[in-house]
């Protein structure tokens, strides 16, 4: 497998991913806590990726709409979630990304964000996908738990079919067994070979989906070794989520990484990066 295989995705004004770039970063807490911490993450997270001289768009979701329990915290809502998103990119210049849940999101969402990303439990739901590509937006799908990697081939036809050519497949982990994911390293070439670029959400696939019961256990261990071993076959782009504090973070927070860890796990990454791509 060649890294220069698969084309290239154009993210906002300045970001290509695919080709030959190193990898591009998606990064940010898991779902919008507050304006204050958004704007905390997003500025250290750019001030990180600056010095390394890694592409960043800032993710954090408006609304997490498949939380484990009914009182888990879902997040501010579409407008004022989008009204925060708006200002990191007005006040840091980044390009932004957020999950959507329904057809009605995705044209209101695409009025600010330079990405959409469909969750990997709505990845098969056609109207939601052919809604994402109207958009004219690229679009990140990540990949079921649910399903091999072969099936993505049936996302992107129906991407390609709605006009929009502008897709990226990201690898989440698989179920296996009871509240249990694991990563087959497979997967990463299986998608590529679709031409796409390849994303490896890195912090998801080593959830516990429903190991404390109520909410979502998970593995942070596991995250710098996945990590590197995904940057080691080739992958186009590392999703993860971030956090001052994840043991206090409104979601998703046993299996986010520490902002304060986030520039020493990245120097690795760009070797690695740098390594495999022969730059």
């Known amino acids: 497998m060649l890294v220069s295989e698969v084309k290239k995705v154009k993210i906002g004004k300045n970001i290509e991913i695919g080709g030959n770039n190193r990898f591009t ?3 940010g807490p898991c779902v919008i806590e507050s304006e ?5 993450v997003a500025g250290k997270v750019k001030e990180i990726c600056d010095r390394l001289g890694i592409n960043y768009i800032f993710k954090a979701s408006f609304d997490k709409a498949n939380r484990s329990s ?8 579409i407008e004022e979630g989008l009204r925060i998103l708006k200002k990191v990119k007005d006040t840091y210049g980044l390009p932004v ?9 995705c044209k209101k969402a695409a009025e600010v964000v330079d990405l959409i990303q469909i969750p990997a439990f709505l990845c098969r739901q056609t109207d939601l996908l052919i809604a994402a590509a109207e958009t004219g937006l ?31 497949l990201c690898e989440r982990g698989s179920t296996f067994g009871y509240n249990n994911m694991v990563v087959d390293m497979r997967a990463f070439m299986e998608m590529r070979k679709f031409g796409y670029p390849v994303v490896f959400d890195v912090t998801h696939a080593v959830q516990k989906p429903g190991g404390l019961g109520t909410a979502t256990s998970g593995d942070r261990e596991y995250v710098y070794p996945l990590m590197r071993a995904g940057l080691a076959i080739g992958v186009d782009a ?4 971030v956090h001052p504090n994840p043991e206090k973070a409104m ?9 304060s ?4 796990i990245l120097k690795m990454a760009v070797k690695i990066d740098d390594l495999v791509k022969g730059r």
């Open 25 to 27: 970063l998606i990064a």
């Open 36 to 40: 204050e911490l958004v704007m905390e």
């Open 70 to 77: 009914i009182h888990s915290y879902r997040g501010p809502g």
């Open 97 to 105: 990304v957020t999950d959507v849940h329904e057809v009605w999101q």
């Open 138 to 168: 690229p679009v990140n799908v990540k990949k079921g738990q649910f399903l091999a990697p072969w099936d993505m081939k049936n996302v992107v036809t129906k991407m390609e079919e709605s006009g929009n050519p502008n897709v990226m």
């Open 238 to 241: 590392i999703f993860a989520e």
């Open 251 to 259: 979601s998703d927070g046993p299996n986010m990484l520490y902002l």
């Open 261 to 264: 860890d986030l520039e020493e």
